[in-house]
């Protein structure tokens, strides 16, 4: 590897901490100031009153505010490290991957939450979260590599547990974000894939 090559990675690895620690400070910041504001725990007090509040107008906005949002430091501190994980492993291809992948998890699982959901306060990064996991398996058969086959594989070895949270078996849990962020994490995974785009250029 090349001077040129060893600089290009150091300062791909550097974007990828700053963007990652970025997102991490902003969801911190915000769970501190919740607390002045009188938010704590899993209540719709403080902050978290812009979470998604399923078929409801103004719920709406939680769509982009409530991975944001969290009901106090523990869940918060849940979410971190698989968000920081799995945020990483997405990055590994294609930093820009990560922007596309947020974006329509965010989106594809909070409408699916908002169309769907149990009454009351959606707030969390974990719909995101599932969202990378359904990137990160989904890519491995739109791909159809070796390469992003494997990877598909060893990330299910590491991270399949988590996906019992599609599924309601858990008081509390919103596993309808759950669910629809998975499957916005695929549908970025199509989005994504080299077959994807070789169609497209056919067109």
Not at 13 to 22: A, T
Not at 53 to 80: D, M, S, V
Request: aromatic share 14%; hydrophobic share 50%.
């Amino acid at each position: 590897m090349s001077r040129d090559e060893v600089r290009g990675l150091a300062r791909e690895v550097k974007s990828q901490v700053l963007i990652l620690g970025g997102f991490v400070a902003l969801m911190w910041g915000l769970e501190i100031v919740d607390i002045f504001l009188g938010g704590t725990g899993r209540t719709c007090r403080g902050l978290n009153q812009f979470g998604i509040f399923p078929r409801q107008l103004a719920g709406l906005w939680g769509i982009f505010f409530a991975p944001f949002l969290h009901g106090g430091f523990g869940h918060l501190i849940a979410n971190t490290i698989p968000f920081v994980t799995l945020g990483w492993l997405v990055m590994l291809r294609r930093t820009a991957d990560f922007f596309v992948v947020t974006l329509v998890a965010m989106v594809v699982g909070g409408l699916g939450t908002w169309l769907f959901g149990a009454p009351g306060c959606h707030i969390g990064a974990s719909g995101i979260i599932f969202g990378y996991l359904g990137y990160l398996l989904g890519r491995g058969y739109f791909d159809r590599s070796f390469g992003s086959m494997l990877f598909s594989v060893v990330v299910l070895l590491m991270y399949g547990g988590l996906l019992w949270g599609v599924l309601p078996i858990r008081v509390g849990i919103s596993w309808e974000g759950h669910l629809f962020g998975f499957i916005g994490g695929v549908v970025a995974a199509w989005l994504l894939s080299s077959g994807s785009k070789k169609r497209v250029y056919r067109e």
